[in-house]
């Protein structure tokens, strides 16, 4: 019998798990209660659209292998190459048409430069693991995706380098807006909820080896709205047992999702503040990424002046479809 107390937790003082625990029966959200398929929309590169090489990093793993199918489905050139971190790996994975071989780190820093000889406009999407984050760059332009690792050395490598990025923890359009909107609140309302309680959980797939880079983000809006918060106090759920029993996340989803949920209680219990934000499956970070490829493409052949992006940008211009 499993407890509705998530271990070493203070238990929110309303109990968000219920309703957690309710998702996933008859009123589960509608994008949740169907097993939607990885890419629904069948698209592909039409009059008027822009093609250009990419090269998926990380296609061995669930979303590597969802942004290449996507970039098929959208009409990009997909560079029959990706990268693992084992390396005698005799692999190839196909994706459409494409046979993508997957290479070993040893050779990867030659295997990208023929790569980038042969396509000097390449874009490189990388979704790999925290600890690949900070690796050196072979490529000049790429769309990291991957969450972790040192951040701050991520964005001083790129600025030193004068390389053009787009790096984002979250690719999901409704999400960058939602992330947006807490910010903008943070900025037009600080301090308004001082004194309040805060409490975050999160739920992804057992394999996510970080805590969410998302929910970090958010939390740091709570803190500019007055709402101090110890980073370590972040419940992190990824067994599955738990995800079915208490989140409630559909089975279909249990290899791949991103549930979040911040409850506020105000010091005295008398008024709360809840705000969610659950996705099943890759879709949404796919075609995200997609878009982020087109955003960076399009700024490279401008030569903008700005360097390093974000997926509000890629929004804020209108590129996410
Ligand atoms: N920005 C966003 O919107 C989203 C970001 N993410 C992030 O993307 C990352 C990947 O997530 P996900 O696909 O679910 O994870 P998976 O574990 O399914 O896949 C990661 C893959 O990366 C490969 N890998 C690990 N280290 C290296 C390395 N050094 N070089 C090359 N390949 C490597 C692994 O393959 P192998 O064993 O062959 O090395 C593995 O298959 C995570 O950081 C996750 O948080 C996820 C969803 C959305
Ligand atoms: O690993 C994931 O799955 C996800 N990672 C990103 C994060 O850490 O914020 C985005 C989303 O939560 C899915």
Redesign the pocket.
Known sequence: MLSLRPPHTTFPRTSPWLRWGRLGGAAAPHCLSAAAPALARETAAGPGSVSFPILV??????????VAEAAVLRGLHLVPV?????EK?KETIQVGQTDIR?CG?SA?EDDLSSVADEFPDVIVVD???????N?KQFNPLFVM????GDRQLLYKSVQDSKNYALI?????KQ?VAFVALMRIFAEQFPGTYSGYHLEVLES??A????T???AKDVIACFEKLGVPYDMNRMVKIRDPEQQLEMVGVPEEHID?H?FHLYHLTSSDDSASFEFQHNVGG?SI?AE??IDAAIFLHSKVQSKDSKRIYNMEDVSREGYMR
């Open positions: 990093n990380g296609c061995t793993g669930k979303m590597g292998l969802a990706s990268f693992s971190s084992r790996v997957i780190p990867r979704y790999t693991a925290p600890d690949s984050v690796c995706g991957t969450t972790g984002s923890p979250q690719m999901g999400v992804h797939q394999s996510k080896k970080d969410s880079g998302t791949g991103a890759r970070y995200g990424t």
